[in-house]
């Protein structure tokens, strides 16, 4: 393979694009300050009557309809004579190319790219980086053929993509479309270093200031790369490339075929807290790059780039991933036992605080994720794929746990995902089922019933306890007043009401804005505290705008325990139970015979 990639370019090179053996694409980043570029792709040649052209309409990773292709002007298509082609705009993110002869076709166009929190494209003095979703046009017709990119970009710039390089150090070449698609490519002023773990090379390169540490993100991403075995047999790459936006606000990040690109504010780095949040997001990207980029549900396979790709398993394919991401940092020793234990405590006290967890089962969330649009309704009405996902993995990785004594877990189920159905299959529920049947001899109809296909109610008072552990709420603990609504950051208006929470029943709605309790005004800094002078029970008359219009509603507090969830130790502990946390997380039971974490944990 590795010979023919510089004989076709030569070829390309040599002959007119009338003999072109794939889709070559030029782009000029040279005027990048105004976020703009100039694009030439050179189609083989077609025997159609007209050549159909696209944007993707999504990119891979976000599941929803975005608007790509508004940042395209000048667009006009050539044949390879040089003579001027009709174009019709067939659709947002399509276009129709009459060809009266079968001819090779170049098109140019010009290119708008500021979205970079969006993750689709982003032009600026200082870098370019180009997902081929919001950049690049594809045919159909060649979809699979090779592609070349070959960018001319200011002085300095350095140039870095999944893809493997072409001829010169600014271009690259790829399989096909889907290769460049998923291969997003940064180019600019960064800071690159390479580093190999398990025999395999990796990259990280950062665009941008802050306040970031390269040597532990260096330090931290070899111990994490090098854990992958924990869960799969094998790599599905040679190399991999970590991006690393440092941003003036905008957060994020997006699995690809073999890299990834994490964007955070630029002073998100250095606090423990912080670095948390980057090297968790790390690990979720590079855990995609088996779950979902090796192998996806079967309504994601192939990709259709131009409309929605429904599954009822994206629960699978985001919520294992962010189950697995603390699960790899714990073994690889970059996490502490009590970070994880923590990042979980969280997630657990959050999903008690979701009433849409008793409204909707994550395989509906599934088939709702491209339609979401998150915010109060998603909170009361909605699971979440990514939380709730999480939560219906543990579960499932707990009772497998059990069912085999600890033989096998959720880990397997993807190492046979991986195995038994790469791309270009897709799985299916029946196949996932089989798995669970294969490794516990047991159906797992029921369990999936009540627990994909139904809303997830978990007891994890009686899960936890399995592996030797217990919810708690600190030994202060006592009963507190609550009420079921939570003000934005530094105003009063509402930005939560929990479904028949007491506020909800009291008819508050979010938006609404709390200016007095009990006829005496509030603020938002003693917001909280106000309402914690308060016995649960009591009554509180709050008076608000609702819609502009001043309200006073009476509020019967309810109650709610003070201080944060926190997973700690049962009193006496088992051995059974040490044996299964460590099956389960893969690190010794941390806590010593106090029930105290221990100081290395
Ligand atoms: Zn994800």
Known sequence: MKLVVPLILTFCILFSSATL???????????????????????????????????????????????????IRFFSANDQDGKPLEVTRTASGEWSIALTKPSAVTVTYQLY??????????????????????SMIYSPEFRDLEVSVELSVPENWKSYSGMEPGETAHSFVGRNYDQLVDSPIETGLSHHKTFSSNGLDYELVIWGEGNYDVEQMVTDLTKLSGQAE????????????????????????????????????????????????????????????????????????????????????LWIAEGSTSYFQSQLLLRAGVITAKEFLDDLAKRIARNEKTPGREVQSVSEASENKWASTGGDYAINHSANIYSEGFLTSLALDFQLLDDTELDHSYRDVHRLLYKNHKIPAGYTVSDVKAILSQLTGESYEQWWQTHVNSPLILDFQALLKQAGLMISYGEDSKLQAYAGMKISHNSLILSEVLRDGPAWNAGIVLGDEIVAINGLKVTAKGFKARLNDFQPGAEIKVSLFSDDRLKEVTLKLGEQQSGKLKLVSVKKPKRSQKAFFKAWSGVDWPFDKHGELKSDS
Request: aromatic content about 12%.
């Open 21 to 71: 053996a794939g889709v070559n694409y030029r782009v000029d980043l040279t005027d990048s300050q105004h976020h703009l570029a100039e694009l030439v792709v050179e189609f083989p040649k077609s025997d159609s009557k007209a050549l159909t052209v696209n944007l993707p309409v999504w990119r891979t990773g976000k599941y929803q309809v975005l608007p790509l292709a508004d940042g």
């Open 113 to 134: 790219a500021n979205q970079l929190g969006q993750r689709v494209g982003h032009i600026d003095a200082t870098h370019a980086f180009l997902d081929a979703s919001g």
């Open 230 to 313: 924990a869960i799969w047999d094998g790599y599905p790459f040679e190399r991999y490339v970590y991006m690393v936006h440092a941003t003036s606000g905008a957060s994020g990040a997006t699995e690809h075929l073999n890299s990834t690109v994490i964007q955070r504010p630029r002073f998100s780095y250095r606090e423990r807290e912080d670095y948390l949040g980057f090297i968790k997001t790390a690990s979720h990207e590079f855990i995609h790059t088996w779950n979902v980029k090796a192998y996806r549900p079967q309504g994601l396979v192939p990709y259709n780039y131009q409309d929605e790709n429904m599954s009822e398993l």
